[in-house]
């Protein structure tokens, strides 16, 4: 596929598999990352694959990086938005801020992005917008009202913006990962871990590696007909 992708927090965890996969596709691809240089140097290192610094809960770093994303590569045809934190607390200790950050990084961001690109897809007639929802998005998770709320509304943001694409040749989908093996995950005390494992029935986290596939099944010129949709993959956690 000779197209030109962005993937949003592509520098590390799962967003690094999808920066890779995509390149594998034949993509020209731009990981795009929050502040972490000394690991965006090493993923460059690694992969070949250049990263761009900004932070995708501001508004016009998403236009100024896409742009600069364009003039370097060429027009965007894919973008993967998959940047995303967690501040977690239960509500009468999640402060305001924590709220706030989390909608704004993880639910704006996509907004923003898709500013910033889909009008360009849509004018050339072709275009992929993946975003990474979260199982905790589908049935909700204590302690993260901020998260689970932004992430429900990454789910609704996809079937509503597949509409406006379907008859432009853009197709807008989600993935819902369940628990899956990066640095966001190794932030969860071990004790909390091993009973979050022992729900998952495959019986293991999932490896980034398959949240990546299913972002390339997407992609994909012959997944044109597949737009709204979200694939879960979660070994099995929570089915719908
Ligand atoms: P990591 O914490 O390992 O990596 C997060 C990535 O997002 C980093 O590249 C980080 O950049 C980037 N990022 C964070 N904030 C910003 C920002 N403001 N602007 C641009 N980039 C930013 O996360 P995972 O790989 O675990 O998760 C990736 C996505 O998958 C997230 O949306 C997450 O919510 C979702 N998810 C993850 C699950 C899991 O089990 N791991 C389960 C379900 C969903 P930098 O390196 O500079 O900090």
Known sequence: MNRVAIVTGGTRGIGEA????????????????GGNDEKARAFTDRTGIPAFRWDVGDHQACLDGCAS???????VDIVVNNAGITRDGVLSKMSFED?????????GGCFNM?????????????????????INGQAGQYGQVNYAAAKSGIHGFTKA???????????????????????????????????????????????AEEIARGVAFFCNDDAGFVTGSTLSINGGQHMY
Do not use: H
Request: hydrophobic share 50%; proline share 4%; charged share 20%.
């Open 18 to 33: 999808i920066s890779v996969a995509l390149k594998e596709l034949g993509c020209k691809v731009a990981a795009n990352y």
């Open 69 to 75: 994303v364009a003039d370097q590569l060429g027009p």
């Open 99 to 107: 709220w706030n950050e989390v909608m704004r990084i993880n639910l």
């Open 114 to 134: 898709a500013k910033a690109t889909f009008g360009g897809m849509r004018g050339r007639g072709w275009g992929r917008i993946v975003n990474i929802g979260s």
């Open 161 to 207: 913006l597949a509409q406006e694409g379907a008859k432009y040749g853009v197709t807008v989908n989600a993935i819902a990962p369940g628990y899956i093996d990066t640095d966001m995950v190794a932030a969860v005390p071990a004790a909390v871990l091993e009973k979050i494992v022992a729900k998952i029935p495959v019986g293991r986290l999932g490896y």
